[in-house]
């Protein structure tokens, strides 16, 4: 191990003898007691020494026999230490590409701020090189969510959609003005390709991949029809769930985002329970839906707000990175919808209907009622399901606790 505080937390003496570390109530953490020795010597603890090398440092400081080892253990215990070296064969191979490292450094400093094990952050950031997404939509919202994914160092973003591309989908972050015209797939890969840092591993050539390839970690439906955003067809999400793809909608509906739900086959609510449910809330769901796709008044151009599409497509692309990374984010079981023009987000919960052939209801879950269907949760109260999600936060060791800030 080459010990090395970790330089996305900014560091302060609250007093002579506490060390707090990160500013945000999120991640800041403090140290104490800590006395002027030890506080020096935490500079040190920069990745450039092994541990062999900082004893030698502390007998030097005159500092107490075994007291280095037990100090990196304790800032190691409390996530504030990572390993310069750590990760892996794949994070050596990543660190051996400065111009890549050096696109994705903000995104190793941001993991290292959500991981506690050290070397962990490096390692998630090069596993995701080997990954492959398939975001189909190559609309305002697919192709910035896909780019996002690409840039935040994915290896393998396809992107599947038909027609050409038209003025309303360009945007800033997706589709360039240049791209009008063009095949929507094909500009959607160029947009995706030039957000990629470097030249990722490829996974056999694009002309063998399909639109029912189950060899995905994560597939994105990003539809630029507004109402399969707002009523997902069931039967476009069944191969995904029959080959237990995981699969994350996402889309612009009106003057409404959705981000969710993120389904786990057999394990959370699909879109086919999500038909059911309102189904069984209203009668009349399935008669709208089929006036709605029947298309008999065209719209001269479907909604989609610009800054809306955008923040939509940032909010999927990091709860698709927080599962691609091992975790599994709110929008599991839930859609996450955010309106104009107040931009307060609210989680609706996607429970599994027994009626549903996704299996998810066989999980334990059951039929729920409309009253518990309706309830709404701001982004700042929503929590993960228990049995779905890892505990953000672990106990402190002793001498290390939460700073009230």
Not at 243 to 250: D, M, R, V, W
Not at 335 to 352: I, K
Request: hydrophobic share 40%; proline share 8%.
């Amino acid at each position: 191990m080459v010990p090395q505080m970790k330089p996305a937390l900014r560091r302060g003496w609250r007093d002579l003898n506490t060390v707090q570390f990160g500013m945000t109530p999120a991640h800041a953490l403090t140290l104490g007691p800590i006395d002027t020795a030890t506080g020096s010597f935490l500079d040190l603890l920069n990745g450039t020494r092994g541990l062999a090398l900082l004893r030698e440092e502390g007998r030097r400081s005159d500092l107490p026999d075994g007291h280095v080892d037990t100090l990196v253990g304790r800032l190691a215990r409390a996530g504030l230490v990572d390993d310069a070296r750590g990760g892996g064969p794949a994070a050596d191979t990543l660190r051996e590409k400065k111009e890549i490292l050096d696109r994705l450094a903000p995104d190793l400093a941001s993991l290292s701020l959500t991981t506690s094990e050290p070397g962990d952050a490096m390692r998630l950031l090069a596993a995701r090189r080997s990954l492959r997404v398939q975001v189909r939509g190559a609309g305002r919202v697919g192709v910035t969510l896909a780019a996002l994914l690409s840039g935040a160092g994915v290896g393998e973003v396809d992107v599947r959609d038909g027609g050409r591309v038209e003025p309303g989908d360009v945007a800033p972050g997706g589709l360039p003005a240049a791209s009008v015209g063009d095949l929507r797939s094909t500009a959607a890969r160029r947009a995706v390709s030039a957000a990629a840092p470097g030249h990722p591993p490829r996974h056999g050539s694009r002309a063998s991949v399909t639109a029912d390839d189950t060899g995905f970690s994560l597939v994105v439906l990003a539809p630029r029809d507004d109402v399969d955003v707002h009523a997902p067809a069931p039967a476009a999400g069944e191969p995904l769930v029959r080959s237990g793809t995981p699969h994350l909608y996402a889309g612009v509906v009106e003057a409404t985002g959705v981000v969710g739900p993120l389904v786990l086959p057999g394990e959370t609510g699909c879109a086919g329970c999500l038909h059911e449910n309102r189904t069984d809330r209203d009668q009349a769901w399935p008669r709208l839906v089929a006036q709605w796709r029947s298309g008999g008044r065209r719209l001269p151009a479907r909604p989609c707000d610009l800054a809306l599409a955008t923040t939509v497509a940032g909010l999927a692309a990091a709860h698709a990175l927080a599962f691609l990374d091992g975790r599994v984010p709110s929008s599991a079981g839930a859609r996450w919808e955010v309106s104009l023009p107040g931009m307060t987000w609210h989680a609706r919960p996607v429970w599994p209907h027994s009626a549903c052939p996704c299996g998810a209801a066989e999980k334990g879950k059951g039929e729920h009622t409309s009253k518990e269907e309706a309830a709404h949760e701001t982004m700042a109260e929503q929590r993960s399901s228990e049995e779905l999600c890892r505990k953000a936060t672990a106990p402190r060791p002793a001498g290390t606790w939460r700073a009230h800030v």
